[in-house]
Every structure is written in C-alpha cells, then in structure tokens.
C-alpha cells in the first residue's frame, strides 16, 4: 500500500515500477480512501502502542494506493524493496531509504507475512477485483 505520503508526493509511478521492474505481476490495484475502521483492522497488531492513533491519523488523512502482487516469495521480496521501517535503518536501494526520511512518513506498507497478506488482501479487495494473466516476460523472469 502506497501511503498518504507517497501518492501526495506524487510518488506512485517511481513506487509501482520498483515493483514491476523486479519482476512482480501486479494483480490488483486501485486508489481509495481508507477509513479509522479499515486502518485500524490493517494496524490491529499495533493497538495499544504509543504511535497507534499517530499512524491511524497518517494513513486515513489522504488516499492511498492498494495492490496486491503476485510472485515467488512475493512477501519477502516486497519486505526487501521496501526497506527496514526507519528510513534510516533502511538499506540505499530501497523505497524507503531512497524516497523517504522518517519513520512517521515512510511512505509504504507491506505485508510481513504470508498469513498477513491473506488478511490484508481481503481488507482491500473482493474477488472478482483480483486478475489473473500471463506476464509476456514470465518465461524470462523464472
Ligand atoms: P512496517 O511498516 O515496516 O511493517 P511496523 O513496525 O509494522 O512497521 O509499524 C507499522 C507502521 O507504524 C510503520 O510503517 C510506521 O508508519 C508506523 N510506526 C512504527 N513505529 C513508529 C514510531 O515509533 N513512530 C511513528 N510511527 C511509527
Ligand atoms: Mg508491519
């Protein structure tokens, strides 16, 4: 999910190409508005912590960008685009140690597990909102 941050900053482009470009299929996608409710089921591992109502306040205050992308290991390769939470801690190379400066505006979420972005998927999308094709590098790719 691109948040708040990275589609106001216009970032939605650089973001999604990252992703493209290492050979991911992008399945879904759609720009919406997420509600308290939404951020709060996506963030419900974080209730109770000191920044809760910070990041719910952060990801509802603009429209985000939802996807879902297909690939071997798919999870973990997007843990790894993305880069570690802090910006700072993150490695150059990743989303968020390139575009981003701090850890309140990090610019993207990830999934962090497989049995989390089943959860999440279904936060997001329904379905017959979720395509299936064929890549034209796939063979290239894998
Ligand atoms: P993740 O996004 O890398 O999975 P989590 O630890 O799951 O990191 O935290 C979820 C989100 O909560 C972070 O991406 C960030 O936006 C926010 N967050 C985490 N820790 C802090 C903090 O100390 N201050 C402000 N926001 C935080
Ligand atoms: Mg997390």
């Not at 879902?68 to 997007?78: F, L, P, Q, S």
């Not at 962090?112 to 999308?125: G, P």
């Amino acid at each position: 999910m691109i948040k708040p941050d990275g589609v106001v900053r216009g970032l939605i482009g650089e973001i999604i190409s990252r992703l493209e470009r290492k050979g991911l299929k992008i399945v879904a996608l759609k720009m919406i508005k997420i509600d308290r409710k939404k951020a709060e089921k996506l963030y419900e591992q974080h209730k109770g912590k000191d920044f809760f109502k910070e990041l719910i306040d952060y990801v509802t205050s603009a429209p985000v960008v939802v996807m879902i992308v297909e690939g071997r290991d798919a999870t973990k390769v997007v843990r790894k685009i993305i880069g570690k939470t802090d910006p700072i801690e993150a490695e150059p190379g990743t989303i968020r140690f390139d575009l981003a400066m701090t850890i309140g505006k990090n610019i993207i979420h990830a999934a962090d597990s497989k049995e989390r972005a089943d959860i999440e998927m279904k936060l997001f999308f329904n379905d017959n909102e979720i395509m299936n094709y064929k890549r034209v590098d796939e063979n290239w790719i894998y």
